[in-house]
C-alpha cells in the first residue's frame, strides 16, 4: 500500500475563462467601435459628396451668370452697332481700301459676335463653289441673261434670296413657299410698260455677288437704264459683318456697275427689316442655345440704310430706295418716337408679309413690287 506521504497532490485547476458577462461586455465595445468608425467614414463619404455636389452646383451657377451677362453684352453691342465712317464721298476702289484701313482693330466682325465671325475681306470677290448647286444656279443666272439681251431690258435686279425669291425658287430649284412669287414678277416686271430681269443666289453675300459680276452675270451685253441691287442682309446674320463693312461690300458692287455701266442708273434697295425673335420684334434676338445667342441686326441695319441713303444723295445718277414700312404691322416700323392715339406703338414685323421674318411672302411681294414698279417707272420717264 503506497504511502500516503508519497501521494502527489494534484494542482488546483484555475479556471481561466472570462465570464459570460465580460465578453459581451468588450463584444460590445468592438461593435460600438466598428459602428462609430462607419460613421466616421460615412460622414466623410457624405461630406466629400456635399462638396463635390456643392462645388457642381457653384460651377452651374457661376456658367449661367457668364452666360447671361454674355447675352446682355451682346444685346448691348448689338444695339449700338453702327456705321463708323462717312462713306457718302466714296468715288473709287482707292477710297474704299482708304476706309478699310481707317476702321480701328476687330472692325470685320459684328460687335460681340467675333467668336462666330466669317466676315471675307469686302473689297475682294469670292465664290461659294463648295456650296452645292450654287455654281448650277450662277450658270442658270448667265443663261437667262443670253436670252434676255436679245430684247428690251428696264430693269435688273442683283441681290441674294430676297432677290431670287421673285422667281420662286432657291439655288435655281423650285421654293413651295415662294409660290405664286413668279407671277407677281411678271405682273410688275414682265409686260408691255417694263421687262425686268432677276438675277438673286440664296445665301449670298456682297463679296459672292461681286464674284458673279466679274464672271460672266454683269457682261457688256446686258444693257439696262436701270441696275437695282438689294445685297447686305447675309453678311450681318450669316457671315457676322460689321455694318462697316457690310456697307464697303455693298459700295464695292456699286463700283463695279457703275464701271461696266457709267451711264446707267444705280438704285440702292434699303435692307430690308428681320427678326429672330418669334414675335416678330426687330429689336429682339433670340438664344439659340444655352452657349449662343442671336442678337437683333435691326439697329444696325437702320444705320446701314441711313448711309446708304447719305451716298445716294451724295452721287448722281444713284437712287436710295426704302419701301420697308411695308412689312410692319400698323406700319410702325420704329420704335423711336413713334406715337399712335398718345401710346408708343411698338415695331412688329408682319409676318403675313414676311413668312420668316425674313423673306417675303408672295403677299409680301406684291406690295414691294408694286412701289419698285412705281419707282421704276419715274426712272424712266
Not at 461593435?31 to 468608425?37: A, G, K, M
Not at 442658270?140 to 430693269?155: P, Q
Not at 444693257?223 to 441691287?229: E, H
Request: aromatic share 10%.
Amino acid at each position: 500500500m503506497p504511502s500516503p506521504l508519497n501521494h502527489e497532490i494534484a494542482p488546483l485547476a484555475l479556471d481561466t475563462t472570462e465570464p459570460a458577462s465580460s465578453r459581451r461586455r468588450e463584444k460590445k465595445k468592438q461593435r460600438s467601435l466598428s459602428h462609430f468608425i462607419q460613421r466616421v467614414q460615412i460622414w466623410i463619404m457624405y461630406n466629400k459628396r456635399n462638396q463635390l455636389l456643392t462645388v457642381f452646383i457653384l460651377f452651374i451657377i457661376s456658367q449661367s451668370i457668364h452666360r447671361q451677362y454674355q447675352i446682355l453684352s451682346t444685346q448691348k453691342h448689338a444695339k449700338n452697332a453702327r456705321v463708323l465712317l462717312d462713306y457718302s464721298n466714296i468715288s473709287s476702289l482707292q477710297d474704299l481700301k482708304d476706309a478699310y484701313e481707317e476702321l480701328p482693330g476687330a472692325h470685320l466682325c459684328f460687335p460681340g459676335m467675333k467668336k462666330y465671325c466669317k466676315c471675307d475681306y469686302p473689297l475682294k470677290a469670292k465664290d461659294r463653289q463648295g456650296r452645292r448647286h450654287w455654281l448650277k444656279a450662277s450658270h442658270m443666272n448667265k443663261e437667262r441673261i443670253v436670252d434676255m439681251s436679245k430684247h428690251k431690258i428696264d430693269v435688273v435686279f442683283y441681290g441674294d434670296s430676297i432677290t431670287e425669291g421673285w422667281l420662286g425658287t432657291s439655288y435655281g430649284f423650285h421654293n413651295g413657299r415662294k409660290e405664286g412669287s413668279l407671277k407677281i414678277f411678271k405682273k410688275y416686271f414682265d409686260n408691255e410698260k417694263r421687262v425686268g430681269i432677276a438675277m438673286g443666289i440664296s445665301g449670298d453675300t456682297s463679296v459672292n455677288l461681286l464674284w458673279r459680276m466679274q464672271n460672266g452675270e454683269l457682261p457688256d451685253t446686258l444693257q439696262s437704264p436701270i441696275f437695282w441691287m438689294l445685297i447686305g442682309t447675309n453678311d450681318l446674320g450669316n457671315t457676322w459683318c460689321s455694318p462697316d463693312a457690310v456697307v464697303l461690300g455693298i459700295l464695292r458692287n456699286v463700283l463695279e456697275i457703275r464701271k461696266r455701266h457709267p451711264g446707267s442708273a444705280i438704285v440702292l434697295n434699303a435692307l430690308l427689316p428681320r427678326s429672330f425673335a418669334k414675335n416678330g420684334d426687330p429689336y429682339k434676338g433670340k438664344k439659340v442655345s444655352s452657349k449662343k445667342y442671336l442678337p437683333e441686326l435691326y439697329s444696325a441695319i437702320l444705320d446701314i440704310n441711313r448711309s446708304l441713303k447719305e451716298y445716294a444723295e451724295n452721287h448722281d445718277n444713284v437712287e436710295y430706295f426704302d419701301a420697308n414700312h411695308l412689312f410692319f404691322q400698323n406700319g410702325v416700323e420704329n420704335d423711336i418716337g413713334i406715337e399712335h392715339s398718345g401710346k408708343k406703338k411698338k415695331a412688329v414685323i408682319n409676318q403675313e408679309l414676311m413668312y420668316d421674318f425674313l423673306h417675303p411672302s408672295p403677299k409680301g411681294y406684291d406690295l414691294l413690287g408694286h412701289d419698285i414698279a412705281e419707282k421704276v417707272n419715274a426712272l424712266l420717264k
